[in-house]
Structures are given as structure tokens and as C-alpha cells.
């Protein structure tokens, strides 16, 4: 990867932080009682999972491939672009087996979250925070990484990567704020691990930019590829019975795809 000005780590950076913010949305819903739509949000989180596999594979695969093509010829560049998402997949699959992401977000009005169950409910807050906060140090790492290297396709991902961020928040904030009772700390709650989005990509860029670039860039591949199929398509299919999954997923292949092409212009 070139050089990049302060101007353009300085947007980045703002994007993947935006994106991370998100989280706190969720804890709004969850202490307002303003419940999304299953059907909306069916759509919403498919849409997210669209738009990060079709940019995953016809631009991000793309990239790292030119990167490494600047050290190898164009058979080794692409199977080493190969390996890099492999890799990725890999490191991400790994993440999500020793610290499990809660897939089923927590409402409030659940039968289970009974008063006598506080104490329990509270454990089950700390857990999904601590997971939902470790998967989203890779998130953030990816979605820099994106923007930094072309706008066009990091902007489409963070609002991907936002979208998805609602209901992460919602599964922080349920049994937090059931536990607390306090506004403040499920705010807090949600809000320190969004902040692991923009920290995973200051040290991301700090640690592994100025080695592994190409690698870097072939692994944030894996890593959105696996997040929308281990993640966003399934909560979409579990939010809603229909059509939305579907629409949700080919519209945000589709805004994505004609994005692409008008920033080509």
C-alpha cells in the first residue's frame, strides 16, 4: 500500500469511529421501548450482508491482488490474495469460536428477564459485551482498512458494518439496562465497545500496516465475508419468515454494484 496523508487516515478513521457508534444506537432502542420492525430490520441486516459480499469479492479480492502483484507475477499475486482471505476467514472463524458472538439478541419484554433474574441477566450483559467487543476489533480493522485504500468501496462497507451494529448494540444494552436499571451504564456499555471498531484500526494500522499490507488487505476480505454469512444473513433469516432476507440481500448487492460504477466516473 502507498503512503497515505493525514487527510485520508483522518477520514478513515472518522468513518470506521461513525460506524462503530452505532452500537449505542441499539442501546436507545432498547431503553426508549422503540422495538425495531422484525421485517425492517430483517431487510436492513440482509442488505448490510449483501453489500459487504458483493464489495468483498469484486473489488477488495481485486486490491489485494494488484498489491501483491507489485511483488509476485500475476499467478503467484493471485494465489497469494488466495491465501490472505483463507487467512482471514481463518483468524475471524477462530475469534468466533473461542469468544461466541450472541447471535440471538436480548429484548427486554423476553419472559426470562424476570426479577429474580437480575443477577444472572447482569453476567449475561458482561458476556455479550466482551464478545460483541472482540469481534468488533477485526470489524474495525476492515473497514479501515477499505476506506483507506479506496472511499468508494470503505463508505458502502461502514454503513454495512453500522447497520449490523444496531442490533450488537441491542444485544449489550437488553440485559444491562434489565440488570441496572441505569441509562448511564448501558450507554457506557454500548458505547466502549463500539469504541473497539476505531481502536482495532489504529492498531491495526500502527501494528501490521508497514509489514503485511497486501496480507492485510486480502485478510479483510475473509473477514467480511465471513461476518455476512456467520452473522448478518442468519439474524436476518431469524427476524422475519418472508421475502425480506432475499430483498434485502440482492438491493444491497445492487446499491453497491451501482455506487461502484459511478465512482468510477
Known amino acids: 500500500m502507498p503512503d ?11 468513518i470506521t469511529l461513525a460506524a462503530g457508534l452505532f452500537t449505542v444506537l441499539g442501546s436507545g432502542l432498547v431503553m426508549f421501548s422503540k422495538t425495531p420492525n422484525p421485517r425492517v430490520l430483517s431487510f436492513g ?50 475469534i468466533d469460536r473461542l469468544v461466541p458472538n450472541p447471535h440471538e439478541t436480548l429484548d427486554a419484554q423476553d419472559p426470562s428477564f424476570q426479577e429474580s ?11 455479550a459485551a466482551f464478545a460483541i467487543t472482540a469481534h468488533n476489533f477485526p470489524e474495525g480493522l ?16 461502514a454503513l454495512a458494518i453500522a447497520i449490523h451494529n444496531i442490533p450488537e448494540g441491542i444485544s449489550i444494552a437488553a440485559p444491562v439496562y434489565f440488570a441496572t436499571r441505569s441509562r448511564k451504564k448501558t450507554v457506557w456499555a454500548c458505547l466502549l ?6 481502536l482495532g484500526a489504529a492498531l491495526g494500522y500502527l501494528v501490521l500496516q ?19 454469512l456467520d452473522e448478518l444473513l442468519p439474524a436476518a433469516k431469524r427476524y422475519s419468515d418472508g421475502h425480506e ?9 445492487a446499491v453497491i454494484a451501482v455506487s461502484l ?3 468510477h466516473f
Open 117 to 127: 433474574k437480575r443477577r444472572h441477566i447482569a453476567r449475561v450483559g458482561m458476556m
Open 210 to 228: 508497514p509489514f503485511l499490507s497486501p496480507a492485510v488487505f486480502g485478510s479483510v476480505f475473509g473477514v467480511m465475508v465471513f461476518l455476512a
Open 142 to 157: 476492515a473497514t479501515f482498512f477499505a476506506t483507506l485504500e479506496n472511499p468508494a468501496v470503505g463508505m458502502p462497507l
Open 245 to 253: 432476507t432475499v430483498y434485502g440481500l440482492t438491493t444491497g448487492m
Open 4 to 14: 497515505f496523508s493525514m487527510s485520508n487516515l483522518a477520514v478513515a478513521f472518522s
Open 193 to 198: 465497545s463500539g469504541l473497539a471498531e476505531p
Open 261 to 263: 460504477v459511478l465512482f
Open 45 to 94: 441486516l440482509a442488505f448490510a450482508g449483501g453489500a459487504m459480499v458483493y464489495v468483498s469479492l469484486t473489488e477488495i479480492f481485486s486490491k489485494s491482488s494488484e498489491a501483491f502483484a507489485e511483488i509476485y507475477d500475476k499467478d503467484h499475486a493471485f494465489a497469494a490474495a488466495t491465501m490472505a482471505f483463507l487467512a482471514g476467514m481463518g483468524g475471524i472463524a477462530l
